[in-house]
């Protein structure tokens, strides 16, 4: 292949590559100048976006060198969560639209199969790029294709089981899988300089390969139990020094741990890899978060997600909030009960800053757990907690919480375990997008018997539903709010318990209801105002409770009103469907009564502005207006008649 050379090693780099042919052409000693180059486009573009920085500045050789030597995207490359993509966006064809990152009608955040073909798989959440590498490998060898499968994945994405069950599979079916492990926390190994890599090399090359084999063909003669014993010897031996005993024992050839910013040995460890291993491989490569940038270098934490900042000072340009967040409410709340009751505990899967959970750590470490990338076990974990008289706060984004549902049934709610569920990023996330929005618990908790479902409409119902979780024992319970600011109401000194299966009414009207669960109550509110101008009394009601629902106040609201409007946060089949339940199964919709259901819409939408996205799912003030007049048969010549 011909090698592009250049007599002026200052000429931009990165402008000449239109496709990802000519990376790969491009000559070997030209790769760290555009590293450079890559590096400081990224930066630019997240200064302008905001996203996900630190990841994505760690990768950049490690991207340059799989596009550089694998020939992509017929060779699948998948990265794992997503987190680190823009390096890898931008060499396949989205340079341009880079700066639309996280935008609505922009770039995705993440992987996307319908954004590119270089986009092998999908992600956004963690731990599942060796599953769908290991698909993809089954897939081509099925259909007799030529192809190599990369997973890269994080040391973060480690803690997760899903991991290990598809390193597992991998090794059993001796599948042709190259794992490379992104470790940007050292937290495995570090690697020792020149004879690191040096060994890297070796252990990845024909040669070493050939003896190894050599070896194993001679020891046969002697006998499988020898041949075995032997073989075992020196894997355990290679591992010692290499760090690679846990993944040898998988079936994985273990590599590294290497050096993830010295192109050389990448290059030269990727082509042996490429070339010479028939089996399962794992590389280790140790890269450092933020690199290149010295803001991110310096506070890795901070500069994992950012807002838009200042590329000179690294400032992020974080408005000053109106009213404390929803998640700071909880973990301040949740410090302030754990004062009250020592028995309190919190638990979050790798989340703690993201949950609140941070601040209970920091005054209750020793009631505090951080169990990594683990739902599944977090939920267990805390059923055992409760199982012998503890009280388990168990903190999970709803998009997460996901990923244990076998464990809330089964551990959790079948037991009828008071196991405590604080709910975050309920509903709408903005620029994460379809993901991480918080769609579903609603629905999938409110159809398990025995389980209490509340959404907290404001920063201090929030905190009466803290409280109340705290003194509820009777099995399970969960608490959802969303991302973001609260609505700016005066915080209780403490939070009181509710009556469970309580709501209450704010706005008394005669002709329509607006019954709402979680925060879309101010917008019902707004609405009230409106449809009152019309000449339309209109009651608003706080649910509080989609499970057990207060049938009283329902059945109040639906003999008493002409139109009855459920509002929700979240998927159908959720809060609208148990209320539909509960007015059908009692005669309610036998007689006049008009009913509708606003929930978010049956798609998956991708990211924008969160007033934006609300407005476009119906549950703003202009939506939930319209859905009510349009009940009533008011068409808009009637609306000004009503209004003068």
């Not at 075992?232 to 690679?244: I, L």
């Not at 939506?623 to 009503?642: C, F, N, P, Q, S």
């Amino acid at each position: 292949m011909r090698k592009l050379t250049t007599n002026a090693p200052e000429t931009p780099l990165l402008d000449g590559i239109t496709d990802i042919t000519r990376l790969r052409e491009m000559d070997d000693k030209l790769l760290p100048q555009l590293a450079g180059e890559l590096r400081a486009e990224m930066i630019d573009a997240v200064s302008r976006t905001g996203g996900h920085l630190g990841a994505g500045l760690g990768v950049v050789e490690l991207t340059i060198a799989i596009h550089h030597v694998f020939n992509t995207p017929h060779d699948r490359l998948i990265w794992d969560v997503g987190h680190q993509c823009y390096p890898h966006k931008i060499l396949t064809g989205r340079r341009d639209r880079i700066r639309t990152l996280r935008q609505e009608d922009g770039l995705s955040g993440f992987t996307k199969r319908a954004e590119s073909d270089f986009d092998a798989f999908g992600a956004g959440h963690s731990s599942t790029s060796v599953s769908a590498g290991l698909g993809m490998v089954e897939a081509a060898r099925l259909q007799g294709i030529d192809r190599q499968v990369i997973s890269v994945i994080g040391d973060g994405a480690m803690s997760a089981g899903m991991a290990y069950e598809a390193l597992n599979n991998a090794g059993a079916i001796d599948a042709r899988q190259i794992v490379i492990l992104n470790d940007n926390d050292m937290s495995i190994d570090q690697p020792t300089g020149a004879m690191s890599a040096y060994l890297a090399r070796m252990a990845s090359g024909a040669a070493y390969l050939g003896i190894r084999d050599f070896g194993k063909k001679l020891t046969a003669y002697l006998g499988r139990r020898v041949d075995r014993a032997i073989t075992r010897a020196v894997e355990h031996a290679r591992g010692y020094v290499t760090g690679g005993t846990l993944f040898e024992e998988l079936g994985f050839y273990h590599i590294g741990p290497i050096d993830g910013h010295d192109l050389p040995t990448l290059l030269a460890v990727l082509r042996n890899v490429r070339d010479n291993i028939s089996g399962p491989v794992l590389i280790h490569c140790v890269t450092q978060k933020g690199k290149g940038y010295a803001p991110a270098e310096q506070a890795a934490d901070k500069y994992h997600g950012v807002v838009k900042f200042d590329v000179i000072t690294g400032a992020q340009a974080k408005p000053k909030p109106n009213a404390p967040s929803y998640t700071k409410v909880f973990g301040e709340t949740l410090v302030q009960e754990g004062r009250e009751d020592d028995r309190i505990v919190a638990i979050t899967a790798a989340m703690p800053s993201g949950t609140g959970v941070d601040l209970f750590q920091k005054e209750f470490p020793a009631r505090a757990y951080d169990v990594g990338i683990a739902e599944q076990h977090a939920v267990t974990f805390a059923a055992g907690l409760a199982a012998d008289g503890m009280k388990p706060f168990t903190a999970i984004y709803s998009t997460f919480l996901q990923r244990a549902y076998d464990q809330v049934v089964h551990d959790v709610a079948i037991q009828k375990l008071p196991v405590r569920f604080p709910i975050d990023r309920a509903g709408y996330v903005g620029a994460d997008g379809a993901t991480h929005a918080g769609a579903y618990d609603v629905a999938y908790l409110s159809c398990l018997p025995g389980f209490v479902v509340m959404a907290a409409s404001d920063e201090a119902e929030l905190r009466h539903m803290v409280r109340t979780a705290v003194e509820y024992d009777d099995g399970p319970i969960a608490f959802r709010y969303p991302r973001g600011e609260g609505v700016g109401v005066e915080l209780p000194e403490r939070g009181t318990a509710l009556e469970i299966g309580k709501g209450r009414v704010l706005r008394e009207g005669g002709k329509i209801a607006l019954l709402s669960l979680g925060t879309r109550l101010a917008e019902a509110l707004l609405a009230a105002e409106e449809l009152e101008s019309y000449g339309l009394p209109t009651t608003v009601a706080d649910a509080r409770f989609a499970k057990p629902l207060d049938h009283e106040m329902i059945a109040t609201l639906a003999r008493e009103h002409e139109v009855l409007i459920m509002l929700e946060e979240g998927a159908a089949g959720g809060f609208g469907a148990h209320v539909l339940q509960y007015l059908s199964t009692g005669g309610y919709l036998d007689g006049g009564l008009k009913v509708r259901s606003l929930v978010m819409p049956d798609v998956y939408m991708d990211q924008a502005g969160l007033p934006r996205m609300y407005a476009q799912a119906g549950l703003d003030k202009a939506g939930i207006v319209r859905t009510a007049l349009t009940a009533l048969g008011l068409d808009k010549a009637k609306r000004l008649d009503l209004r003068a």
